[in-house]
């Protein structure tokens, strides 16, 4: 019989373990971390200053959370959460999250759950756009930021999966932007225009 090399992790390996998603409630059990971004929370995002400022500094509403399994963000595993976007616009710019480049380049997968949204890529250089409602997955290759933003007059929930040591540079997206804005147009349209800092 050959022997067989031990297998060498950073961090001890999780053990397999059931997930369970409740689509009602849009939770993950066992459950990890929750994140709540607020209005606050998205300083340089919106294109009105001013109006994100009022905003922020006025009712600060919680724009998005983030609900977690307990996968950690490390090398060889695939993390998951829950994503849910609050509606609403400010200064007629729809609610987005933050976004995001991996600075380990890899390849991501939202599934849409609930509402209707958009999933926004940036390369640097080309835009892409996916609408994005329940059953749709988005496939986001390597080296493409992304940012979800709801479009809908409802929360807008996705799962997304990932490699755990891709990481989250956020202010890539402060420097290079997104390429486009996503706005409610006339009688409710989405209106996408230049990002233009």
Known sequence: MPTQTPRSYSVPPL??????????ALTLTPEGPTLTRRMSDLEGLFADGDA????STGENPVVYTVTSSPV????RELPQSITTIMPGTTAGEFWMTK???????????????RGTG???MFDGTDTEWIDMK??????????????????GDEPYAFLAVYPGGAGHD?????EHGMGNRAYRGPGGTLERRPYNG
């Open 15 to 24: 053990r397999p373990l059931a997930i369970t998603f409740d689509p009602d």
């Open 52 to 55: 994100w400022h009022e905003a």
């Open 72 to 75: 950690p963000e490390i090398n």
């Open 99 to 113: 976004g995001h480049q991996h600075p380990d380049a890899q390849g991501e997968i939202y599934l849409g759950l």
């Open 118 to 120: 958009g999933l926004l």
């Open 134 to 151: 329940p059953g749709v997955i988005g496939y986001i290759p390597p080296g493409w930021a992304h940012r979800s933003i709801n479009t």
């Open 170 to 174: 956020y202010g890539w997206v402060l």
